[in-house]
C-alpha cells in the first residue's frame, strides 16, 4: 500500500488562518484594557504573537516526530501531566489567581499544566487502547474499563483539587468518547455517568459561583447587574452585529461591558464586529476542522494513529463548541477557551500542538484511501 508524504493541508490552512485571525482579534477586543492596565495597547497583542510562534514552532516539531517514538512517549508524557498537576498545589509553586491554583510560574512564564493534561490523556489512551483492542480487552470490565476509569479518577481528583471543575469534564467527556469508539460496553459507559450525576451535582449546587452561573443560566435576567451580566452583554454584542457587522475594532461592548473580552468570550466580540457572517464562517472553519479531522483518523494507518486524531480532533472541536454555546447562552457560563482564538498562551500552544500530532497522522495516511 502507498504510503502518502504529505500533509493534510486543509487542516494545516484552518490552523494558520484561525490562529493568524485569533493574534488579530486579541488585539482589536484588547487593546483599551491593555492601555487602562498596562499602559502599553500592544501589551497582549505582543504576548499573544509570541505565543503563536512557539505553537508554530511546536506543531511543526510534533509532525515530524516518528510515531513510534510518541507512542513509547505514552506513559512518560502522563506520568510529567500527574507531577505538574501536583506541583500547582505546591506552596510557592502554583499560582492562584481568583481563589484557584491553576498555574506554574516558571523563570517569568506562566503556564497551565490542565491544558498539557488533555494532550497527555488522548496521546496515553490512544496508546493503551490500541495495545488492548489488539487482544481484545478492551470491552472487558477489570482488564480495559476499570484500568482506564481509575486513571482518569486521578487526573480529575487532581483538578477539583485546583479546583477546575471545567477541566475535569472535558477530560471526562474525552476519555468516554475514546472509550466509546474503541467499542468498550456501552453499560460501563452509562453506570459511570449515572453514578457520576450526583457528585456533579453536589459540586455544582454546593459552590455558590457555581450554582449562581446555573441560575444565571436559567433566568439572567433575575439579576442582570450581576450573574447575568455576562451573558446579557454577550447577546448585546451579537444583536449588535447584525448581518455583517459593525467593522473591525467598533465593538462597544469590549470597552469594559463585556468581561473576558479577549479570553473566554472573543466569539461575541467576532460577532460584533464581523456579523453574522463572521460567526458563520468561523463555526464553519471548525466544521471543516472537524471533518478532515475525522477523515485523518478514518485514514491511519494503525489504530493507535486513529486513536490518535480521533481523540484530538474531538478535543478541539468540542472545546470550540462549547464555548461558542456559552456565549450564545446555550449552556451555563464556564471559562473555557476558544481554540486558536481566545487569548492565553498554554492554551494557543498546547492546540497547535496537537495540529502537529494530527498533521503528523495525516503524513502517514495511505494515499489510495484519501
Not at 500592544?42 to 504573537?49: A, D, I, R
Request: charged share 15%; with cysteine.
Amino acid at each position: 500500500m502507498e504510503i502518502r508524504q504529505g500533509t493534510d493541508h486543509s487542516i494545516l490552512l484552518l490552523a494558520v488562518c484561525l490562529t493568524c485571525l485569533g493574534v488579530v482579534m486579541v488585539f482589536s477586543s484588547s487593546s483599551i484594557m491593555a492601555v487602562r492596565s498596562y499602559g502599553d495597547s500592544l501589551y497582549f497583542l505582543k504576548h499573544q504573537s509570541v505565543y503563536a510562534l512557539v505553537g508554530f514552532a511546536v506543531m511543526a516539531l510534533l509532525m515530524r516526530i516518528d510515531l513510534d517514538v510518541l507512542r513509547k512517549a505514552a506513559w512518560p508524557v502522563l506520568g510529567l501531566c500527574v507531577l505538574l498537576l501536583l506541583a500547582v498545589l505546591v506552596p510557592g509553586v502554583g499560582k492562584k489567581v481568583g481563589g484557584a491554583a491553576r498555574w506554574i510560574k516558571v523563570a517569568g512564564l506562566t503556564f497551565q499544566p490542565a491544558e498539557f493534561a488533555k494532550i497527555g490523556l488522548v496521546l496515553f489512551m490512544a496508546h493503551s487502547l490500541a495495545r488492548k483492542k489488539d487482544k481484545d480487552r478492551v470491552k472487558s470490565f477489570r482488564g480495559g474499563f476499570l484500568s482506564y476509569m481509575l486513571i482518569l479518577g486521578l487526573l480529575i481528583g487532581l483538578l477539583l483539587a485546583q479546583p477546575d471543575l471545567g477541566g475535569a469534564l472535558t477530560l471526562s467527556v474525552v476519555a468516554i468518547a475514546m472509550l466509546l469508539v474503541a467499542g468498550t460496553r456501552v453499560r460501563y459507559l452509562a453506570s459511570v455517568g449515572l453514578l457520576a450525576l450526583p457528585f456533579l451535582y453536589f459540586m455544582v449546587m454546593n459552590v455558590d459561583y457555581r450554582r449562581r452561573r446555573i441560575m444565571a443560566f436559567l433566568n439572567p435576567w433575575e439579576d442582570p447587574g450581576n450573574t447575568g451580566f455576562q451573558i446579557i452583554q454577550s447577546w448585546i454584542a451579537f444583536g449588535s452585529g447584525g448581518a455583517v457587522g459593525k467593522g473591525l475594532g467598533e465593538s462597544k461592548q469590549k470597552l469594559f461591558y463585556l468581561p473576558e473580552a479577549h479570553t473566554d468570550f472573543i466569539f461575541s466580540v467576532i460577532g460584533e464586529e464581523l456579523g453574522f457572517v463572521g460567526v458563520i464562517v468561523i463555526a464553519s472553519m471548525f466544521m471543516l476542522l472537524i471533518v478532515r479531522g475525522l477523515r485523518t483518523a478514518l485514514n491511519a494507518p494503525d489504530e493507535f494513529s486513529c486513536f490518535l486524531a480521533f481523540g484530538l480532533t474531538f478535543l478541539i472541536g468540542m472545546q470550540a463548541f462549547v464555548n461558542m454555546a456559552v456565549v450564545l447562552g446555550m449552556v451555563p457560563t464556564k471559562g473555557l477557551a476558544l481554540p486558536f482564538l481566545s487569548y492565553g498562551g498554554t492554551s494557543l500552544v498546547t492546540t497547535l500542538a496537537a495540529i502537529g500530532l494530527l498533521l503528523n497522522v495525516s503524513r502517514h495516511s495511505p494515499g489510495e484511501l484519501r
